[in-house]
């Protein structure tokens, strides 16, 4: 502390000084005390101190709650009275009023602190986890060149890679998924799916069950295009033909001209 006031206390230099209001002032404070404090700018865009303790400092990564949105972008709740701004322009995709989103805190070319969304540049490579380990990974971005991008425990950086995405998944949205490579540089690439001998029996019940509901047939073989394959089922073509061969190696289907169908009883013939 370098000078009291009736209002309050400033600290730093005489140079540079912050003010920190009276009502956050420790009683018995005098001249020369160290105080650890915040600095931000108020909602009259002025620099000042405070001992609050905030939910999120430079540099940092944390879960925080929307407020309210405005025309300018979303406020978020991060512990002082002025709300936290999350411009438009930093949300990959737009939140709303009560929203919980993962957000780093940069200065932005004002000078004033703000919330991003795009959490590449802010999430830590040097994770403890090794291929096939299953984690918690929340989704902040989708590329469509790259994948869906998450953050394994709201810390580390994590890729679900295009090739492994058959459905949208929402920025937000809490994943369990398998590590299935570690890079050099500590990046993990990440699926939603089980291992291919463990997914198969998934995705043959699935299958069935959709040519159940299709009346007992559905136009597609192994032959298929890939993206029709992926936009219908939701995976990829070498699991569409796992799954396909599990069915006809259990006598529940057929292939026939037209594509899939169902076995009924009297087509089986015993050995």
């Known amino acids: 502390m370098v000078k009291s006031v009736d209002f309050g206390v400033y600290l730093g230099t005489d140079k540079e000084k912050v003010l920190l209001p009276a009502k956050q002032v420790p009683e018995g404070t005098k001249v020369g005390d160290v105080l650890q404090v915040f600095i931000y700018k108020d909602s009259d865009d002025r620099t000042i101190a405070t001992r609050k303790e905030v939910k999120l400092t430079l540099g940092e990564i944390a879960l925080l709650r929307v407020r309210q949105v405005t025309s300018v972008g979303a406020f978020l709740d991060w512990g002082l009275e002025k709300d936290l701004l999350l411009p ?51 989704v902040y971005e989708t590329s469509d060149n790259f994948g869906v991008f998450a953050a394994v425990e709201d810390r580390y950086t994590g890729l679900i890679p295009k090739k492994e ?43 069935y069950k959709m040519l159940e ?25 070498n699991a569409f033909k796992r799954a396909i061969g599990r069915l006809l190696k259990e006598r529940k289907i057929t292939l026939t001209e037209k594509g899939i169908e169902i076995q009924v009883k009297s087509d089986i013939i015993n050995p």
């Not at 200065?107 to 090794?130: C, F, H, Q, W």
């Open 165 to 207: 995405v058959f459905t949208k998944f929402p920025p937000g949205k809490v994943l369990e998924a398998r590590v299935t490579k570690v890079h050099e540089d500590g990046k993990l690439n990440l699926s939603v799916r089980k291992e291919s001998y463990l997914q198969m029996d998934d995705d043959a019940e699935k299958l």
């Open 88 to 138: 438009f322009r930093e949300q990959p995709e737009k939140v709303k009023e009560g929203d919980e989103v993962l957000v780093a805190l940069y200065i932005d070319k004002s000078g004033r602190l703000a919330a991003t969304m795009r959490l590449y540049p802010y999430l830590e490579v040097n994770s403890p986890y090794k291929t096939g380990d299953l984690v918690k990974a929340r």
């Open 213 to 237: 509901d299709a009346g007992g047939a559905l136009p597609f073989s192994d032959r298929s295009d890939p993206e029709d394959i992926r936009l219908t089922f939701s995976m990829s073509k």
